[in-house]
Structure formats: C-alpha cells, structure tokens
T-cell receptor, first 113, second 115 residues
Framework: AQSVTQPDIHITVSEGASLELRCNYS??????LFWYVQSPGQGLQLLLK??????LVQGIKGFEAEFKRSQSSFNLRKPSVHWSDAAEYFC???????????FGPGTRLSVLP | DTAVSQTPKYLVTQMGNDKSIKCEQN?????MYWYKQDSKKFLKIMFS???????INETVPNRFSPKSPDKAHLNLHINSLELGDSAVYFC??????????????FGPGTRLLVL
C-alpha cells in the first residue's frame, strides 16, 4: 500500500536560514508528488508538484523540491526562510481519481525572529 | 472568485444533531472529495466523486452521506453527530492534467465541534 512519511514532526529555524523538509514515499507505480502548506486556521495551498521530467521542481513562495527515485524521496527546500513561512507542511503522493492520494503526517515549521 | 468554497466555516452543534456542509467549485473540475483532518492534523480521504458518481468511499460510518447534485457541488450530510466527529472537514476538487497526474485544490475547511 502506498504511504508517505515525514520524519520530522516539528522543525524550528531562524528567519533567513535555509530549510529542508523531508518526505519519503512508498508507491507501486510512478508517483505523482505534491507539497501543500497549511497556515494556522487555513486550508491547504499547493506549493509545488512533480509529475514527470526535470526532477527539480520550482514552486510558489520561493520553494523547490527534488525528486530522487533511488531514495524514494521528495524533499522540500527553501534557501532563506521568512517568518510568514511558519505553517504545517504536508507531502502527498497521488494517482488518478484520488484513489491513491495519501498525505504524510505533516511537519510543523516554526520560525524564530 | 474563490475556486473551492465551503459553508459554513465553523459549525458548533450538540451530539445527536444532523448537519450538512456544502462545497462548491468553480474550476470546472470533474472530481470532488471530502477529507477529514483530525486534531493531530492527519488528513484522511473520506469520499471521492467523479461526474456525480461515487468513486471512493473509505471506511466511514454510514452516518456520513455525500450528495452531488451536479459536478460543481459535493455536499456532506452527517446524521446523529458524535463527539468523535469533531474535526476539520476539507472539500477538494481535481482534474487530470495533460501529464496524466491529478492536482487537488482545497477549500478553506469547515471546523466542526460537537458538544
């Protein structure tokens, strides 16, 4: 069965520091991979997605993620974190009609001034 | 011009009551979903509809009944509400893209509190 793990439950970084959030997946076919962000009290916003092609994908708000098939990973990165990036981040793996759409448990990001 | 909208945003009710949550999308998508997010932020799919037909029905109590009057709307009706139903419910919609993958777009959520 497909699954997504996000090893870090909570990460704290200082504003201006770089960020990497880890995501590992288990999926029987070519995965479609996503990162979503949920600000406090808000819905989920799509940051970026990988379907095929270039394994380094760019997203909104200065985020990027790299798909590494050999490591079954899709880690999210940002070179310089802003205080407004404090939120919950979810990695997800999907397929057609949402049948295989599975979210990871989320990583909460705190940003120190 | 909200893409996926849900009403109400907050819902506080007593145990045993029946309530409905409405969802509408103006993206022209064929598929809509309901997710439940528990207190630990874990997201789990409940239902999926494609062109008004039920595609996915996860292990959800039959007190929960989705209704799709047309492909732009997917409502969730909950009978005999229980304390454990307290959660945030998200509606989402999606369309298969040219690359074959499907991107889901989420509504703002409905925060349900059962007392």
């Amino acid at each position: 069965a497909q699954s997504v793990t996000q090893p870090d439950i909570h990460i704290t970084v200082s504003e201006g520091a770089s960020l990497e959030l880890r995501c590992n997946y288990s999926y029987g076919a070519t995965p479609y991979l996503f990162w979503y962000v949920q600000s406090p009290g808000q819905g989920l916003q799509l940051l970026l997605k990988y379907f095929s092609g270039d394994t380094l994908v760019q997203g909104i708000k200065g985020f990027e993620a790299e798909f590494k098939r050999s490591q079954s990973s899709f880690n999210l990165r940002k070179p310089s974190v802003h205080w407004s990036d404090a939120a919950e981040y979810f990695c997800a793996v999907g397929g057609y009609y949402g049948q295989n759409f599975v979210f990871g448990p989320g990583t909460r990001l705190s940003v120190l001034p | 011009d909200t893409a996926v909208s849900q009403t109400p945003k907050y819902l506080v009710t007593q145990m045993g009551n029946d309530k409905s949550i409405k969802c509408e999308q103006n993206l022209g998508h064929d598929t809509m979903y309901w997710y439940k997010q528990d207190s630990k932020k874990f997201l789990k799919i409940m239902f999926s509809y494609n062109n008004k037909e039920l595609i996915i029905n996860e292990t959800v109590p039959n007190r929960f009944s989705p209704k799709s009057p047309d492909k732009a709307h997917l409502n969730l009706h909950i009978n005999s509400l229980e304390l454990g139903d307290s959660a945030v419910y998200f509606c989402a919609s999606s369309q298969v893209g040219v690359q074959g993958g499907e991107t889901q777009y989420f509504g703002p959520g409905t925060r349900l509190l059962v007392l």
